[in-house]
């Protein structure tokens, strides 16, 4: 061993070797710099119109955002995500990003890359955010791209935003929403996305939306359900790389498949953070409920998860419902149902969500682990089924 | 291109990159491009990497760094002497210090 070996570690950011000894008060902080968004898309769980006056005024101001960042350093951040919405409306986004990267901080930007400029992407180059960009690209062509995003001239930005990226070697991932005016791209969109990114495995789509997290349109969420893959299609998705999804899938559920209990938090809820675009720290972002968020205008950051989060973890359900399916379920660790997709659904933090359910039950069904008709909370031999799928 | 490493120089900690101290443990974050080896690169120097870090403070020649850990740790100075050159020789190759301009 070197000496320098010795003494010092090269480490990545998901190295379980970064700490070793105490773990800081907070890891990862995700920031939601507004909810306002150049595209409109079909499928969104959150976005705002661009030129919401409203929400524009309500939003954190420079110097906010400056101090939240600098807490979260003092608190041991090592990471934060800026998302929305589309961050990079916000007119302060450079200053925030170089702000935050001087704390000794890693960005990750979520984006949809319109707003990317030439000087935008020196700034990047000369200041790396040290974690790949995620763009989301909604179609291969014009036509397609556009129905989702609705907005005339942004698949041409986006083409343009990504480009800048390339042509200056900022590392950057593709990402998707597979929906009916794009769907019959899905081969093509897998192969341009894995060619321009560099990345070596395909790009993640998303398929089985979220309702819109403020519970703020009946209709949007009506619009949403019929975009929503049916359990079928997932299914059908999900085996179009079938050797890799199923061995991914078998270790899955040996490590997390299994009834859940009565608690309510079993993501990493709690043990970091989210701050929406007005200052309202939530354990996550889809989760909108008022009576799980503090506001850091009136509370610090420090507070707000040594005081407020903790009692997260404790959370348990009392709808009888839930209790009689969700809490005994084997399924649970397929199912994507929690506390935030319930509250967005149905307004209660421990309500089953039936789209969820039955993605899950159709899963399940394709992978050997229940037969047709078959529920997950019935199961008593669950343990069993799960070394059978593991010997597959 | 060798990066020789001279114990009569000071070195300090390059403007390129920010050190955080995290729960006892020092955290090199490249903060310009082409820090380090690669995009995500983060360095941790252990307990004696951390002391040797906090005494690059622009006053000490390397030589004196050398002598200052010999009264803290206890350790043959020819010893100490060859780690702390290795370690500033990987430190310096990464671009995480620099020499210090005299004035």
């Known amino acids: 061993m070197t000496p320098a070996n010795r003494f010092s570690e090269k480490i990545s950011m998901n190295s379980r070797r970064l700490w070793k000894k105490k773990h800081p008060q907070l890891g990862h902080l995700d920031i939601e710099l507004t909810e306002r968004c150049d595209n409109n898309c079909v499928h969104c769980s959150i976005n705002l119109p661009e030129n919401d006056v409203r929400a524009k005024e309500r939003e954190l101001k420079t110097g906010e955002w400056r101090r939240v960042l600098q807490d979260a350093a003092e608190l041991g951040a090592l990471s934060v995500r800026f998302t929305g919405g589309e961050p990079l409306l916000r007119d302060d986004f450079a200053e925030l990003y170089v702000f935050a990267r001087k704390l000794g901080i890693k960005i990750i930007v979520f984006t949809n890359a319109r707003k990317i400029s030439p000087e935008l992407a020196d700034l990047l180059a000369r200041i790396p955010p040290l974690e790949r960009i995620e763009v989301s690209v909604y179609g291969m062509r014009r036509e397609s791209y556009e129905a989702v995003s609705r907005i005339p001239g942004s698949f041409d930005e986006c083409r343009r935003g990504l480009d800048l990226l390339r042509r200056n070697h900022i590392p950057f991932a593709i990402k998707g929403a597979l929906l009916p005016a794009n769907k019959n791209e899905i081969d093509e969109f897998e192969s341009w996305a894995m060619t321009l990114s560099g990345i070596g495995h395909p790009p993640s789509f998303s398929l089985n939306f979220e309702l819109r997290s403020r519970r703020d349109s009946a209709a949007k969420n009506t619009f949403i359900k019929n975009l929503r893959a049916t359990p079928e299609e997932t299914v059908a998705i999900l085996n179009r790389h079938r050797e890799t999804y199923r061995k991914g899938i078998r270790e899955f559920c040996m490590k997390f498949i299994g009834p859940p209990g009565v608690e309510l938090f079993h993501c990493g809820a709690g043990l970091g953070g989210c701050l929406d675009a007005y200052g309202q720290f939530q354990p996550c972002l889809a989760l909108r409920a008022p009576e799980l968020s503090w506001n850091l205008r009136e509370v610090s950051l420090r507070d707000a998860l040594t005081r407020g989060l903790p009692r997260l973890r404790k959370m348990t359900a009392v709808n009888p419902v839930y209790l009689q399916r969700c809490a005994v379920c084997f399924l649970k660790g397929l199912c994507s149902q929690c506390p935030a997709r319930s509250w967005a659904e149905h307004g209660s933090l421990d309500s089953p969500v039936e789209y969820f359910c039955a993605v899950a039950h159709a899963q399940a069904v394709d992978l050997g682990l229940l037969a047709e008709g078959e529920h997950g909370w019935e199961v008593t031999d669950w343990r069993d089924r799960i070394s059978r799928l593991s010997a597959r | ?103």
Request: aromatic share 6%.
């Open chain 2, 1 to 103: 291109m060798t990066f020789k490493i001279k114990p009569e120089e000071i070195y300090v900690p390059s403007g390129d990159v920010v050190a955080r101290e995290i729960e006892g443990e020092i955290i090199i974050v490249p903060l310009s491009a082409g820090i380090g080896d690669a995009e995500d690169d983060l360095f941790s120097l252990n307990e004696t990497g951390r002391v040797f870090w906090k005494m690059l403070n622009g006053e000490k020649t390397l030589a004196q760094i050398v002598k200052a850990l010999g009264k803290q740790f206890d350790a043959p100075l020819a010893r100490i002497e060859k780690d702390v050159v290795g370690l500033a020789g990987e430190l310096l190759k990464r671009r995480l210090i620099v020499e210090k301009k005299r004035s």
